[in-house]
């Protein structure tokens, strides 16, 4: 199957979306082999980090995340790469190792480059979890918190009788958006 294939049949759903899922799976697979020697990390691990970047590669494709201007595998691989890091933070943790201690060969603009892309990765996820809430709670989350307007102006410029009926809509919306947030985790 061709990247436009499978993106068609994931976003179809169904059987078609189970079978490209199984052909996007197989021909990712050797990234499980490059997690273990990348990382020094034991094959479960690898595998552990390959199905959380599957799922979310999927989840990508299925929300429109992913638009196909670049090649899945393209797109798959700094998720693939992150959840690497990640399984070895949490694993180190129980170790009392230091992540560093994994990753002492990447230079210091490897590891900038590394940041920069979960940075990405997370502002991606929160405008699609701002999207999912509606334009009245976007509007009032990104006006309160990133522009600094008032309850008092958001209640006046969305027609809400006071600030206090801004603020309690305000604070639904945050929950909504928090449980976003744990679903997509």
Sequence with gaps: MTDQEIIRAI???????????????????????N???????????????????????????????F????KISTYFHPIFFNRCIDILRRESSYKEADLDDYMFNLPDKAMDILRDIQAQDNLRQLHLFLDKLGEKCRRLLIDTEWYGKTLDEMAKLLDYSSASAAGTT???????????MNLGS
Excluded: D, W
């Design 11 to 33: 976003e179809e759903g169904g059987i078609p979306k189970e079978k490209a899922s199984s052909v996007l799976y197989q021909s990712l697979e050797a990234y499980v082999l």
């Design 35 to 65: 997690g273990v020697k990348k990382f020094r990390m034991s094959e479960e691990l690898a595998r552990e980090a390959f199905h959380l970047a599957i799922n979310k590669t999927i989840q990508a494709i299925e929300f429109g995340q």
């Design 67 to 70: 638009q196909g201007k670049s």
């Design 170 to 180: 305000k604070n639904r919306c945050l929950k909504k958006l928090k449980s976003f």
